[in-house]
């Protein structure tokens, strides 16, 4: 299984994630304490962005959400709204029921060590 999840995250999905999660930190909602951090502008929720790898990565599990037996990743770098987002997954060789997961925007790797394993 070989999967590409490909989106653009539009400019308001910092405050919608906001809202749901309670997480109103000012490096998602304003532009000017974002820069204030060093960052290029607001960024995207991290979880938002495991989210998204946990999605391409169990597609093929939808119908039975149960078989997912694990996830992990590091966070290595901040995804900002607007610009593409990519997400790869392919097969570990070492253990056939763990997917590897990349997730890149403007070429940088936003995750690391990103790992689900599903039940056979």
Not at 34 to 50: D, K, M, N, Q, S
Not at 51 to 80: K, N, T, Y
Request: a negative charge; charged letters at 25%.
């Amino acid at each position: 299984m070989t999967e590409r999840l490909r989106t653009v995250p539009a400019a308001d999905v910092p405050a919608r994630y906001a809202a749901v999660s309670g997480d109103a930190s000012g490096l998602h909602l304003d532009e000017a304490a974002a820069r204030e951090a060093g960052l290029p502008g607001v960024i995207l929720h991290g979880l938002y962005t495991f989210g998204l790898a946990v999605r391409a990565a169990s597609a093929d599990v939808d119908d039975d959400p149960r078989r997912i037996r694990s996830v992990r990743a590091q966070f290595r770098a901040p995804g900002v709204p607007g610009a593409e987002m990519v997400v790869d997954v392919e097969p570990d060789p070492a253990d056939p029921a763990a997917r590897i997961i990349h997730v890149r925007q403007d070429g940088a790797d936003l995750l690391r060590n990103a790992v689900l394993t599903v039940e056979p």
